[in-house]
Every structure is written in C-alpha cells, then in structure tokens.
C-alpha cells in the first residue's frame, strides 16, 4: 500500500472517529501534503526507511488551535495503537522534526500534527495567505515547493479554505506562465551552440555534460508546456514520463545522452527544441516560426530561440512582469535544493535578483 491511501485510512479509521467522541464541534481540514516522495505517488519499499507511514495533517483555526492543540496532541499519544495496519506510527528516523512551532504542533509518538492554515502557510511559503500573491511573490516559489502543498490529498475539509488556497496554488498566473517560458528558452539559447563547440574542439565529455544539462532544460520546459509543477531532482525523470510531451521527447533526449559524435548529439537535441516550439505554437499562446539551422556561420544545430522569447514576451499583459529582466523564477536562477526548501531566503533571492 502506497502512503496516500495508508493515511487516507488512518484518518478514516483512526483519526477522524476518535475526533467524534473527543472533539465532536471542531471544525477541521485534515490532509497529507507538504513534503514526501507518497505526495506523488513514488513512494516504494524503499521510502518506508525515513518520513513514511500514517500520516494526517488536521488545519484549524487559530482560536480552535489554541484551546484545542496540546490537549489532543497529547490525548492522541495515550489512545493510539502502536502500528496501524502492520505500519508503526512512530516517526521512523525521519528529518522533519515532529510539527513545533506558533500555529503548529506535533509529536514524536505518532504522525497526528495539528496546524493553522496560516502557519501552514508562512513555513511552506513565507507567506500566511495566498489570497493576493504579487509577482515577484510568484516568481520566489520554488515549484517543488508549489508541489508539495498542492500535491499530496485532502481527506476532509470542512469550511473549505485549504482547499481554497490549494486551488489558488494549482498553478501560476498565465502572465508569471509566459515569463517563466520566455526565460526557459533563455536557458536553452545560453548553451545550445555549446554542446557543439566543445566536440569541435576534441571535448567529448564537456559536450556530453553540456547535452545533459540542456536536456534537463528540455525536460522541465516540458512541464511548463504542460502546465505542470517540476519535483526536485530524485522525481524529476519519473514525474516526466507522465507528461503527454514526454511521449515526443523522450527519443530526442535518449538520442542526444547515448550517442558518441556531437553532431548528432546536437542534432537530436535540436529536434526536441522544435518538438517544444511546434508544442507551444499548438497552445496559441505565442506562435512564431520555428527554425532549426546553423548557429551564425558555425556549424552547430540550433533554433531561433530569440523569436520565441520575442513572442511570449510580447504576449504578456501585466506591466511588472513585462518590464522583468528576461532571467526567470527561482527554479530558473538558483539550483539549490537547500535554498529552496528555505522559502523566505528564496524569496528574498529573488527580490535582489529582478528589482
């Protein structure tokens, strides 16, 4: 069984009765999200090591958390059975701490936290509410942070509001969207001669590394076409795979990482970039004219990624975003996983970055 549904059933079988009979008024939100490869569906035999097995996350208000809390906390810690469903309720060597903090509580003795929704929010996100995000608010999140919140499930929510801030989270404004892919093809446009110039020059494996670093950039453009938040690096080539784009891409990238010439590591590479050009001039969003042809007078298969930034650059509407330096969000500038999971640091990156 998957951690999902474990939980899932944790709160239905466990949580939720014991709830009924010891706090039958309180009105709560109870989900599993922000953090663990079962939020996506991954977790294996392997993920039950660390952070894994019945876990529930109850969202309340902060009146109801400061009279209600501690002592359920600690009544849960008395009542509860060991293991559940041959799991162990105890946290198992896991590096999330138990929930500790103002507007959030949790014990070591078992996966029961109780939060407030703002408390929720500011230590995911920096932020206690996501009602009015600025852009450059969006452009601080990391995406596998977005993610995490959004990702995971809500087994009950009784006065709807983290499901509302979920829904709000679902994805970026279609604005920040057309930035981050102008400024994805940025990324692209910096190194695609690379992989070229360093096999012209006798540097197989700096072409390779090269290749592999813009199929990465391939890769997680293909998320932003499909309108979908990227993982972090472990679920990042499993999470692709359920793209509809990875079907097109994939050979393209398997092609450019496994041959042993540069041109045709170059050219395998410049077929997924039309592949991702015909796929956005498909969307209507910011058609151009895709191209694939020498890079200047230089023999090295690249696109005319200057007319796709030009085009969804021109495509935006909000003033603030269509004045940002074409350097892009978070994930786009900084490749730290450390700083990422830090979102006030994140955001304060990013302010000095595009103001």
Known sequence: MQGIELSRRFYADIVRPWLT?????????????????ELLGFDDETSRDHNW???????VTA????THARRLVDAFTTMAPKT?????????????????????????????????????LDAHFATPSVDTLTPLQWLGFAEQKLLAFTAGAVFHDDDGRLTRARERL??????????????QWRRIAEEQA?????????????????????????????????RR?????????SAFERLPIAARLTPHLQSALSVTEWQPRGEALAAAYLELAHTQNRLGIASFEP??????????????????????????????????PILGSFDQVIDSTPVAEDADLSHKIMRQVLC
């Open 63 to 66: 009146d109801d958390f400061a």
């Open 21 to 37: 009979t010891t706090a039958a008024d309180l009105s709560h939100a109870a989900a599993l999200i922000g953090y663990g490869s």
């Open 291 to 324: 191209v694939i042809g020498p890079y200047h007078e230089r023999p090295f298969a690249t696109l005319n990624v200057d007319d796709a930034i030009a085009a969804l650059m021109g495509a935006i509407t909000d003033p603030i975003v269509k004045s940002l």
């Open 53 to 59: 097995g019945p876990r529930v996350h109850l969202i």
């Open 170 to 183: 679902a994805y970026f404004p279609h604005d920040i969207w057309l930035y981050k892919l102008a400024c």
């Open 84 to 120: 559940y469903l041959g799991e162990p309720i105890g946290w198992r060597s896991r590096p999330h701490p138990a929930a500790s903090g103002p507007g959030s509580l949790g014990a070591i003795d078992h996966g029961l936290e109780i939060h407030t929704l703002e408390a929720r």
């Open 229 to 237: 938040y990227a993982p972090y690096a472990k679920w990042l080539g």
């Open 194 to 226: 690379f992989v070229g110039r360093a096999g012209q020059v006798g540097d197989d494996l700096g072409s390779r590394i090269i290749a592999a670093r813009l199929a990465r950039d391939i890769m997680r453009m293909g998320f932003l076409l499909e």
